[in-house]
């Protein structure tokens, strides 16, 4: 169990210490030899990677959120015009209604005074045809 694990980390150890950079497939061209790579190198070069990880992450987290906000601001936009584009479909049904309604009004209005007209008319040629 926990020995051979032991002896396992020991191994791995061993065998990630002899690694060279040239092993790794890093250009060495700069550096006089092959030179085992230190823990050091391993610690740096996690960091580096790690940092590089997160700088992408941070980027892909505010892309995100932009989009979200850019999404959002859309979809209100898109929502407030559906609501004016209603409210002004309400208005102009109220005004029809009540615009014909006034027309009713006076359209009854105005056949009330024609009808009134002749039938004053009617009554005074009739008076005149009587006498």
Known sequence: GGEDGDAEAVKL????SSITLHDMGINTSDIDGPEPV???M????????QRQFRSWLYRRHE???KLQKV???MLVRKSLKRSHDAAV???KKFR???IRREYQKLKSAAIMVQNNYRSKRNRTEGKKGSL
Do not use: C, N, P
Request: hydrophobic letters at 45%.
């Open 13 to 16: 150890g061993l065998a990630f």
């Open 38 to 40: 230190t823990d050091e």
């Open 42 to 49: 391993f610690t740096s070069a996690a960091e580096r990677v």
């Open 63 to 65: 892309a995100a959120k």
């Open 71 to 73: 999404m959002r601001g």
């Open 89 to 91: 479909i309400i208005q």
């Open 96 to 98: 029809t209604r009540r």
